[in-house]
């Protein structure tokens, strides 16, 4: 996101709320997702599969459209790494998570 528009976070932030939220939750084999920045330098989606087959056949589809995805096209540069990794566990700490910046704590 170095040389992104200026604003761009917060149109990333109000995209992920309105249309990209809803679009991953309804994916079939998709455990979870997260969408992790550090602004002005990157943006990124974490994306967490019931099986290695189900991953591999999303990042095979994503690759294929990633120069056109929204996020692309905003940012105005296609994702300069997509790595393939396991997650061995996740534990849900008592403060819970917080599925969505609409629902504050």
């Known amino acids: 996101m170095t040389d992104a528009p200026s604003g761009i976070l917060e149109q990333l ?3 992920v709320e309105d249309e990209s939220f ?3 939750a309804g994916l079939p084999d998709l455990r979870f997702k997260a969408w992790r920045t550090r602004e002005g330098e ?3 989606g974490t994306y967490v599969f019931r099986t290695a087959q ?3 056949a999303f990042q095979a589809d994503f690759e ?3 120069h ?3 996020g692309t096209t905003m940012i105005g540069s296609v994702p300069i790494l997509i790595e393939p ?3 061995v566990a ?3 700490g008592p403060a819970g998570f917080r599925s969505s910046a609409r629902f504050e704590d």
Do not use: G, N
Request: proline letters at 4%.
């Open 64 to 66: 294929k459209s990633a």
């Open 42 to 44: 990157w943006f990124e």
């Open 13 to 15: 932030k109000t995209f």
């Open 85 to 87: 990794f396991e997650v």
């Open 54 to 56: 189900a991953r591999e």
């Open 68 to 70: 056109e995805v929204p």
């Open 90 to 92: 996740v534990v849900r």
């Open 22 to 24: 809803s679009r991953f």
